[in-house]
């Protein structure tokens, strides 16, 4: 006979808050989100000045944008688990010190090894997110918990979305070191909430932390991204890009197999493996896709020159603020995926997510002409992924015990990672496989952006029609 364990969903609010200081915490949890995700794009105003001014060569300098995304990766997971044992609070705080140290190695720095290391931190901080948005349920009133976990989990779409513009901006304006020192402040600002405003809870549970297979998660996830985002430099069929591939597919097999035979794993796989949390991941991924897409393929087109015949002819500065309001979007969206799941489910809310942002990829086709339809379509995909993105925690929540909501949510925030991750691959390949020689320089051809948009089109409706086979959630026995 087995005992009835509670979901995440069934928790009670472990700290009893008025409205006005739960809604201080929700608005400092997303505040910090969104720097958070800020890390992600921080960089790439810069990023074709930073073998000059690292002193280095463009394919060592592309690892100051990799490194990052490796970084998050790994810590998404491992931070959720932490936080499941020693409570969120905690890990919250810690997640803000990697983020101030980091950003104060860069901003010190002038050589690679020392910005590498910094962005590596910075990438560690992204654990943040997975850990706040398990801590809503806790600590919001129930009335506001669907709304908040909704918010903060559209900050992941959000911070990357406001940082092209904003790190633009400052680049113009100023050194390169100052965007280092401004996300310093940041990581300040984010640490002293966490200590003095997030509710301090005894939310950790007895267990013991699986470094075996923390250590075998990293090393897997880094063999399998760093062979996916380098396939294109490296060639795909070069012996490093494959060997990368292979190590990590072999490596993640393996810490599978050892996970399934500990009494406390890291993620607890037959958790995962539950239909609701499984087709949950696999829609993450689609939908992941589908966001990263938009973020690569609108940018390149607003500042393409006009003399390709379709390019708008836009700044970096200009082209990040025509593509900020999506990031609003996503976030101005939490609400009302609140109320459609309220109203008809978290699944369904999760497939009209993804089929909203099919639909803004079907858009694209006939809105190339100008930077404003460009700024219409990037704002029903934003609409789409805010949808989409407030729907998947609360599934995960939903079907998962309490002791494991973290490591669930980490787990759902890496699909999303890899969904991303796997996005700038397929589009990378796109966008350099058919090209025409303008100026001296080969640039993509219309066609392309084209098949990007389809692509991108066939994951998000993929993605939809994964949501809508997600079973009811079954309370999970222990």
Avoid at 199 to 214: N, Y
Avoid at 260 to 276: G, H, N, Y
Avoid at 307 to 336: C, H, I, K, N, R
Avoid at 355 to 380: D, H, N, T
């Amino acid at each position: 006979m087995t005992d009835t364990v509670k979901t995440a969903n069934d928790v009670e609010p472990l700290v009893v808050q008025e409205r006005s200081s739960a809604l201080l915490t929700v608005i400092f949890l997303c505040f910090s989100g969104m720097s958070v995700a800020l890390m992600q794009t921080l960089v790439i105003p810069i990023q074709t000045e930073l073998p000059q001014l690292l002193n280095t060569s463009a394919a060592n300098a592309s690892w100051v944008v990799t490194i990052t995304l490796l970084g998050a990766a790994v810590a998404m997971p491992i931070a959720g688990r932490l936080g499941d044992l020693f409570g969120k609070q905690r890990v919250l705080v810690g997640s803000s010190l990697l983020m101030l140290a980091g950003s104060l190695v860069c901003a010190l720095s002038d050589s690679l090894v020392p910005v590498l290391a910094g962005r590596g931190l910075q990438g560690l901080a992204m654990g943040f997110i997975p850990v706040g948005i398990s801590l809503m349920r806790e600590v919001v009133p129930p009335a506001m918990a669907t709304t908040a976990v909704a918010a903060m989990s559209a900050t992941l779409g959000v911070g990357g979305a406001i940082g092209l513009p904003l790190s633009a901006w400052i680049v113009q304006t100023g050194d390169w070191h100052a965007l280092f020192w401004v996300a310093t402040g940041l990581a300040v600002l984010v640490g002293l909430g966490s200590v003095f405003i997030v509710p301090h809870v005894h939310d950790g549970h007895e267990g013991t932390f699986d470094f075996g297979g923390a250590v075998g998660l990293a090393v897997g996830l880094v063999a399998l991204l760093v062979g996916i985002t380098k396939g294109n430099t490296w060639g795909w069929t070069s012996g490093r890009t494959i060997a990368s591939i292979a190590l990590g597919i072999v490596v993640l097999l393996a810490w599978g197999w050892f996970e399934l035979r500990r009494s406390e794993p890291l993620c607890d796989l037959r958790v995962t493996a539950r239909r609701p949390v499984l087709l949950t991941n696999i829609a993450a991924i689609a939908i992941g896709f589908g966001m990263m897409a938009q973020a690569i393929v609108f940018p390149q087109l607003l500042q393409l020159p006009a003399e390709t015949g379709f390019g708008l002819d836009q700044t970096l500065l200009a082209a990040g603020l025509w593509m900020a309001p999506g990031g609003l979007m996503m976030l101005a969206f939490a609400p009302v995926a609140s109320w459609l799941m309220r109203t008809f489910g978290a699944k369904y809310a999760l497939a009209l997510g993804a089929a909203v942002l099919g639909s803004g990829y079907l858009l694209s086709f006939f809105l190339m002409s100008a930077p404003w339809q460009v700024l219409v379509a990037s704002l029903v995909c934003s609409a789409g992924v805010g949808i989409g993105y407030a729907a998947m925690p609360t599934l995960i929540m939903d079907a998962v015990p309490m002791t494991e909501a973290g490591s669930a949510v980490g787990i759902n925030s890496l699909m999303r990672s890899i969904g991303t991750t796997v996005a700038a691959a397929v589009m990378a390949v796109i966008l350099t496989g058919q090209t025409s020689l303008i100026g001296g320089f080969e640039i993509p051809t219309e066609g392309a952006f084209k098949i990007c948009f389809l692509v991108a089109t066939f994951a998000a409706f993929l993605g939809a029609a994964v949501a809508l086979t997600i079973p009811r959630s079954e309370r999970p026995s222990a």
